[in-house]
């Protein structure tokens, strides 16, 4: 699996690697290996396709990162599908060199949940380790950023109204560099006429002792065909310092190859 795309930092563009990995499987999917530049098996990202959307991730404002580079052992035993990981800790950094082992960076992550038929599934996901600083830390975090986290994830299917719809639940909370994190996401999507997906979502992020993150997000989205889907996306910001709300609107024309 491969998703790449160019961002630009400064004045030049330089590529960075979303998933790119190689799963073995052996004892029957029991215990599979899987390496590369991988999701970090944390919260509801391992289990969401966040790269055909513009719904941002909340690893990246959870977490710092999406993927690391690294090693998993994964599959399912008796009535758990887990995973575990031992990253590297650079995350998405393009400017941190994930192999250098003086760097002092590492993430160990795990995330677990049953195996079932039901409409509802809960998934429990830990990680800790020190790793690159985040792209919002504005240059006054320390070299390394200390993260602890434990969090719990709830995904389920709602029949309302002659249609399904998907309810997404995630809740964590831990350290980061010694000072308190809490992180809460709600998200709902109700598909239309097969080609139609709303998807309406709320989130809070609050470190240390400053004011909690509030914003939200709706988004229409219509696939063309097989290959082409576009997207709009509202987003309203409810904490900002002067108190007036941040409105932005986003356009996505997305490929499948």
């Known amino acids: 699996s491969m998703d790449h795309r160019n961002i630009r930092r400064g004045s030049e563009w330089e590529p960075e690697i979303h998933t790119a990995y190689v799963n073995v499987r ?24 966040s790269h055909s959307t513009l719904v941002p991730s909340m690893a990246m404002v959870n977490v710092g990162a999406m993927q690391d580079w690294g090693l998993s ?23 941190a060199n994930p192999f250098e082992r003086e760097n002092g960076m590492y993430l160990i992550s795990a ?42 994830d709830i995904r389920a299917l709602h029949f309302v109204f002659n249609g399904v719809i998907e309810s997404r639940f995630e809740v964590s909370g831990g ?19 097969d080609v139609w997906k709303a998807t309406a979502s709320a989130r809070l992020w609050r470190h240390g002792d400053a004011d909690p993150l509030v914003w939200s997000f709706v988004t229409v989205r219509r696939d063309i065909g097989s290959s082409f889907a576009v997207e709009g996306m509202l987003t309203r910001e409810f904490s900002r310092p002067d108190g007036d709300v ?11 190859l």
């Open 111 to 152: 995330r677990t949940q049953p195996v079932s038929e039901d409409d509802t599934k809960i998934g429990v996901s830990a990680l800790w380790g020190e790793m690159a600083p985040a792209h919002d830390d504005g240059g006054h975090a320390p070299s390394l950023r200390s993260e602890r986290r434990v969090g719990v």
């Open 246 to 256: 941040d409105t932005s609107l986003q356009l996505l024309l997305y490929r499948t």
């Open 175 to 193: 350290w980061r560099n010694g000072e308190s994190v809490v992180s809460i996401e709600s998200t709902a999507t109700r598909p239309f006429a």
């Open 26 to 49: 052996g004892m029957f999917g029991r215990l599979n290996v899987r390496v590369g530049h991988l999701e970090v098996p944390f919260g509801l990202e391992p289990v969401v396709d």
């Open 73 to 95: 052992l994964n599959g399912q035993l008796n009535a758990l599908d887990y995973e575990i990981a031992a990253t590297t800790g650079a995350g998405m950094s393009a400017n």
